[in-house]
T-cell receptor, first 108, second 112 residues
């Protein structure tokens, strides 16, 4: 079993819907990252969290350290949000351990 | 200006060959990484260097040898390439007060 589990693995929604992607982890962490990988392959870091909640535009990320769980929310989803979203946890020596990714498709 | 650059972007080669992938970052970061993304799109760390010193070396075959001539560069040399080495390799950097890692565009390696 992977140390970082994401759900769902695939998600298809209509434009405008509210999207939630979940991430659970089983190890002690210093921080959690949400990454976005576009169909072209490039990886962009969206958030780094160690507690609470962060918001950037239509994206919101939350983390519950006690429950070892994080969520990524997208409000008013748009086809350009279609990508793979990857959760990664940081433990010692700046090492990142990755979830398997959630493939999000937003249809117009 | 590109923050983290990799060359080449695509690399197609025969089994048994030796090849290198280069990575450069102009962010002044102290720490650099190599990650491998397999055909199932699963990312896994391979190596990490901090200020030219190896700090993370996951269970990677010794055919893979990272080299850091200075803290802005981390190159990956692969000997005796095998079919299973086919993947996308990402370089990343971290440091300088940044709260996240910056990724290169990836190098797609195909071993025939």
């Amino acid at each position: 079993k992977n140390e970082v589990e994401q759900s769902p693995q695939n998600l298809t929604a209509q434009e405008g819907e509210f999207i939630t992607i979940n991430c659970s982890y089983s190890v002690g962490i210093s921080a959690l990252h949400w990454l976005q990988q576009h169909p072209g392959g490039g990886i962009v870091s969206l958030f780094m969290l160690s507690s609470g909640k962060k918001k950037h535009g239509r994206l919101i990320a939350t983390i519950n350290i006690q429950e070892k769980h994080s969520s990524l929310h997208i409000t008013a989803s748009h086809p350009r949000d279609s990508a793979v979203y990857i959760c990664a946890v940081r433990s010692g020596a700046q090492k990142l351990v990755f979830g398997q990714g959630t493939r999000l498709t937003i249809n117009p | 200006d590109t923050a983290v650059s990799q060359t080449p972007k695509y690399l197609v080669t025969q089994m048994g060959n030796d090849k290198s992938i280069k990575c450069e970052q102009n962010l002044g970061h102290d720490t650099m990484y190599w990650y491998k993304q397999d055909s199932k799109k699963f990312l896994k760390i391979m190596f990490s260097y901090n200020n030219k010193e190896l700090i993370i070396n996951e269970t990677v075959p010794n055919r893979f040898s990272p080299k850091s001539p200075d803290k802005a560069h981390l190159n990956l040399h692969i000997n005796s390439l095998e079919l299973g080495d086919s993947a996308v390799y990402f370089c990343a950097s971290f440091g300088g007060g940044a709260d996240t890692q910056y990724f290169g565009p990836g190098t797609r390696l195909t071993v025939l």
